[in-house]
């Protein structure tokens, strides 16, 4: 581990727990019944803790993309050709795509930053390029990435969110790109969490049954061939992992050592908070589950993480867009803790 991951590790803290009880007063003692906001209450609650004061909204949103490609895919775990990584980071920086779309409803800005794509991407004033590698390594054969990369990939996010924050940063939501990601995230899941490959492979973009076996038949043979250890979350990416997973563990980690809340998006964002809390156990105080998504593994490393997620709508598209959702739900919960009038003011 690198001198600048154990100082983030050291920085992330716990809870405020004053500022947390003085959440749960202000709730006991405004115009409602007791708990009848229900999770809102309990978001509200969090926050205070992680901020340290009660605050009444979140002006500098971000949701930070990120891109990478997977040389699994040649294995045909995907439906889709590993070029349409490379055409939708330029959808991305077109404002075209779904989470630009829904980024702009809640006021948030889209970071979209190249991990590791396939292919050249020319240079765009909205685009970073922490690129590692041209893809990971076919992990059927071999291992994704060496240690050293895998490594690389946490500091780079590490970074990402620390330039966020240095432009002002008050939550912060996850967000992925690549294609042959399931099935990496889901070689991380069944490696942490020791449940089979069968539980929790899914289809991701939309697989027949046929080819849903086949999936997880390659990603059972990827985990025989690499043996990840479940006790090392930087052996588990660099054996079964990708570089966009790397870096969003890194943002989760570096938002949480500078205090920003973390609303994670779906199974590629599960995937990269196993291996950031596995890091740091403490970081689950500041994440956020914006919802449950379709693919299978997602409710069984929710479950493994202790996160309820906040929405079910069936959304599998990941880029962040479950986040942005998620990010509304908490700014709703923030807001009425802080303008809802009390008893006392009501008088």
Known sequence: MSDSLSQILKEIKPLDRKAMEAARVRQDELTKPGGSLGRLEELSVQIAGIKGK???????????TMAADHGVVTEGVSLYPQEVTRQMVFNFLNGGAGINVLARFIGARVVVVDMGVAGDLPAHPNLISKKIALGTKNMAKQAAMPPDEALRAIEAGIEIVEGEVAKGLDIVGTGDMGIGNTTASSAICAAITGESVEKVTGRGVGLPNEQLAHKAQIIQK????????????????ARVGGFEIGGLAGVMLGAAAHRVPVVIDGFISGAAALIATELSPGLKDYLIAAHLSAESGHKVLLQYLGLTPLLNLGMRLGEGTGAALGMAIVEAAVRTLAEMVTFSEAG
């Open 54 to 64: 009660i605050i009444s909204g979140f002006d500098r949103k971000a949701i930070i």
């Open 222 to 237: 990827v985990l025989e061939l690499n043996k990840p250890n479940p006790r090392d979350p930087i052996d588990v990416l």
